[in-house]
């Protein structure tokens, strides 16, 4: 699917088109792309490393697609893009991230596909590391950086380049595309809302599920209930009906505990990343890697030295007694698990939110508020600026303000501040001795960067 062929990137900085163009570059292909982002000059080191890949970029204007090669471009780019413009104007194949990754995906031998409303980039990253602490030398593909395999000469490891025959890839439900992929094992984590309506997320991933030789799913999940009753399910979970049971949880300051049982074997268990919902995580990843026999005791130990993904609850720093933490949560799964493991251990939380879309907010708007609502503690504060914006024609009638208002209605304490800017300046002042400043949200590389920024103004 790679070797030999010549793409371009419509958007190439985007957290799924980026490790995706890295493989394919990896094996052979010519490669190059363009990206608004780097127009504006945001996000500088990323698109330095891309091109130090060996990836040519272009001003997003229509002046880089060229004759053989094939477009890779959201199905969400419209036409009137310059680059897609000048792409249908050369006659050029056009392929979506989806389609790209799904042929490369269903071309390996074992293909572990990982689905489901929240935790996947993190169990991506759980089983790729787990195969290739066991040699199986995989090819990952996630959403997220992956610290186990970051380095000074591989900042933005999103993708692991292994062999063609073990492809590990989070699968996305959002726009239907998991209809794409035919796995070799189908992990489902969970399923609530987010982008579509439970009827059509249930059709998704049962037929998801139906198509693996075995799928892994969720046993404690009430919404993945109807996959269960399946003949080729490996069930994990704390709850008595898991094959894969986890026991004994306890939260720490560094992460977490817990015990995992399978087949009359009991193991301990030790992460480095806090959180019931990581331990749920892990039990998935485990569940996933004896579906392709690796042993339980070898998940384990490899476990243990999982640090994590950017963005997953990671710990900027802190600076005068105050720790800043960067973190995706964006839909009300995510915000729900995020703020219960900030309730495992004391003090207060001052959390910023940005919305990643107005879209995302008519959808679930609603939900999110009640996440935010259920989950703060007396003394947690929520500060709200617009949600993210890229242009376009969206319906914005429904923005941040609705959002706060039904949080403040379910008793939280909640302010729409509109920028970014007024809410950091509001924590900074709030701020004490023994808080945890968190930064929510996704689509917008430049959260993490507000978070460090932060960070410096709390050492000042």
Not at 47 to 71: H, N, T, V
Not at 200 to 223: G, M, P, S, T, W
Not at 277 to 290: C, E, P, Q, S, V
Request: proline residues 3%; hydrophobic residues 45%; glycine residues 10%.
């Amino acid at each position: 699917m790679s070797e030999n062929k010549s793409y371009f990137f419509c958007g190439i900085g985007g957290s799924g088109m980026l490790p995706l163009a890295t493989i394919v570059a990896a094996r052979g292909a010519s490669v190059a792309g363009s990206d608004r982002s780097h127009d504006e000059g945001r996000s500088p080191d990323k698109f330095a490393w891309l091109e130090s890949q060996g990836i040519a970029f272009y001003p997003q204007d229509g002046s880089g697609p060229k004759s053989g090669q094939i477009l890779v471009a959201s199905a969400a780019v419209e036409d009137s893009v310059p680059d897609v413009a000048a792409a249908n104007a050369l006659g050029l194949a056009r392929m979506t991230r989806a389609d790209l990754n799904a042929a490369l995906f269903n071309a390996a031998d074992k293909a572990i596909g990982v689905a489901g409303t929240s935790g996947k980039s993190t169990v991506t990253g759980m089983i790729g590391w787990i195969l290739e602490s066991a040699g199986r030398k995989p090819t990952v593909m996630n959403g997220a950086v992956m610290r186990n395999f970051a380095s000074d000469d591989r900042p933005f490891a999103s993708a692991l380049v292994g062999d063609a025959e073990t492809y590990v890839s989070e699968v996305d439900e959002s726009d239907g595309s998991i209809a794409l992929y035919n796995p070799d094992v189908a992990v489902v984590t969970n399923i609530s809302l987010d982008h579509k309506s439970l009827v059509e997320l249930h059709a998704l991933f049962d037929d998801f599920a139906a198509k693996a030789r075995i799928a892994v799913i969720n046993a404690d999940d009430a919404e993945s209930a109807p996959l269960l009753a399946a003949q080729n399910v490996m069930r994990f979970g704390f709850s008595d009906a898991a094959a894969i049971r986890g026991g004994d949880f306890k939260a720490l300051p560094n992460g977490c505990r817990f015990t995992v049982s399978f087949a009359g074997d009991r193991h301990a268990v030790r992460l480095r990343m806090p959180g019931r919902h990581n331990a749920m995580n892990a039990l998935a990843a485990i569940a996933a890697a004896r579906a392709v026999n690796i042993s339980v005791d070898q998940s384990v130990a490899a476990l243990t030295d999982f640090a994590g993904l950017a963005r997953r609850y990671e710990v900027l720093g802190q600076a005068n007694g105050v720790t800043v933490i960067d973190d995706f949560a964006h839909n009300p799964d995510k915000v729900a698990a995020t703020l219960a493991a900030v309730a495992e251990l004391p003090g207060r939380a001052l959390l910023f939110f940005q919305p990643h879309g107005y879209g995302p907010l008519r959808q679930m708007g609603k939900e999110l508020a009640a996440s935010f609502a259920k989950g703060m503690r007396d003394g947690d504060k929520l500060y709200v600026c617009d949600p993210v914006y890229f242009g376009g024609t969206v319906d914005r009638s429904i923005g941040s303000e609705a959002l706060v208002a039904d949080i403040v209605a379910g008793s939280g304490d909640a302010a729409h501040l509109t920028t970014r800017d007024n809410c950091g300046a509001a924590m900074l002042d709030e701020a004490k001795s023994g808080d945890r400043i968190l930064i929510l949200g996704a689509r917008d590389d430049s959260l993490t960067e507000f978070g460090r920024q932060l960070l410096e103004r709390l050492s000042a």
